[in-house]
């Protein structure tokens, strides 16, 4: 019964290139969200969806980052022109009904932009 | 506007000595409060779901407890193995959905 899955765990990205991120739910989890977490500071949310629709992107940022999760395979988040200040944590969880018993969480991607 | 906010930011403390850790928070339509531990380099870890004021939780060493307007965790006797950050948040009914508020978590350091 894996949890959920992220990877990579580890990705480094020249200024200007594109970051994707992955996110796979537990088994029977059908709500995916993605959080970011600067050092030292507490989770913010960016945004939450369920298969091939977006419910709240109220945390993302209107540019340059977009998410997506398909019918069929992993929750994508897109970093595109990355600057040095989306290095970050970022933070995958799902849940099997709406924002409901908590989440759980994945174990990150930590996102390092040079 | 809603908000979670978590206090002590850092807290240090000797093996075996019990303190505990508050969360406040103003939101509206509150349906749940969650605690989570974080270890370095990874993601939250779920510990406690509290729903009404007056509910309690325990797990090991660590209770938590809930008021209307904040939520305690209790460390009884902590050993070094506790030492984390521990995170809280905070579901409310927003519209037709819920919204989670995470507070920036407090920080627990225990020495041998």
């Known amino acids: 019964n894996a949890g959920v899955m992220q990877n990579p765990r580890h990705l480094v990205r020249r200024r200007g290139q594109e970051a994707r991120l992955r996110c796979s739910p537990m088994k029977g989890h059908s709500h995916v969200y993605w959080y970011r977490q600067l050092p030292e500071e507490g989770l913010k949310f960016m945004v939450y969806l369920q298969k091939e629709n977006i419910i709240d992107e109220s945390g993302m940022p209107k540019e340059r980052f977009s998410a997506e999760f398909p019918k069929e395979g992993p929750s994508i988040l897109r970093i595109q022109q990355v600057v040095r200040g989306d290095s970050a944590a970022y933070f995958c969880?799902?849940?099997?009904?709406?924002?409901?018993?908590?989440?759980?969480f994945g174990s990150g991607t930590r996102l390092t932009v040079v | 506007e809603d908000q979670v906010t978590q206090s002590p930011e850092a807290l240090r403390l000797q093996e075996g000595e019990s303190s505990s850790l508050n969360c406040s928070y103003t939101v509206s339509g509150l349906r749940g409060l969650f605690w989570y531990r974080q270890d370095p380099g990874k993601g939250p870890e779920f510990l406690f779901t509290l729903y009404s004021a007056g509910e309690e939780k325990e797990k090991e060493r660590l209770k938590a407890t809930l008021t209307k307007k904040e939520s305690f965790l209790h460390i009884t006797a902590p050993k070094p193995e506790d030492s984390a950050t521990y995170l809280c948040a905070v579901q409310a009914r927003l519209y037709n959905f819920n919204k989670f508020y995470f507070g920036s978590g407090t920080k627990l350091n225990v020495k041998p």
């Open positions: 969880a799902s849940s099997p009904r709406d924002r409901d018993y908590g989440y759980t």
